[in-house]
């Protein structure tokens, strides 16, 4: 118990500290202890849940780091849980595309969209640009427009379908 105690402490200091060394070190340490402690679904996914929800935190530099921990969640996760998480990334980083008033947040948010994308199944791919189409007021396969979108929503979905396309292009 004092290990996950100190795991959580980790997620916020990766978030909250003041310098950049400092939220990198908790964040590197906090994926040390993801990867390589037991830990079932559910404390794996209040990991991931919570490293999301930070996208929405107060300051600039909390929420660029809140969206390098979820690229480097990405990244590091095998790919079986890559593929189950990837849809539940893939909304609330492409409302901070949109939502962000920063370029270094934004650009952080881009990157961690592009990790969530690069190694998923095609399969997940097409669920990925269903979402962004659907976001759009669009069918997924060019069938039309469905509804009329709220310009944000549509503003994500079209920043979403553009990372999808760079990322699945390369």
């Given at each position: ?132 189409a659907a976001w759009m ?34």
């Open positions: 118990p004092a290990l996950y105690d100190a795991a959580d402490l980790l997620q916020g200091v990766a978030i909250t500290a003041p310098g950049p060394a400092d939220r990198a070190g908790a964040r590197g340490a906090l994926l040390a202890f993801l990867l390589d402690c037991p830990l079932g679904p559910r404390r794996l996914g209040g990991h991931i849940e919570r490293a999301l929800a930070n996208l929405e935190y107060e300051h600039a530099d909390g929420r660029a780091a809140a969206a390098r921990m979820v690229r480097a969640l990405a990244e590091a996760l095998p790919p079986p849980l890559r593929e189950e998480w990837a849809p539940g990334m893939f909304l609330p980083l492409a409302a901070r595309l949109v939502a962000e008033g920063e370029p270094g947040p934004r650009a952080a948010a881009a990157g961690a969209l592009t990790a969530v994308i690069k190694g998923v199944s095609p399969l997940v791919v097409d669920r990925l640009v269903s979402f962004a007021g669009a069918k997924a396969g060019g069938a039309g427009a469905t509804h009329h979108p709220s310009p944000p929503l549509a503003r994500a979905g079209a920043a979403a379908l553009a990372i999808l396309v760079r990322t699945e292009g390369a």
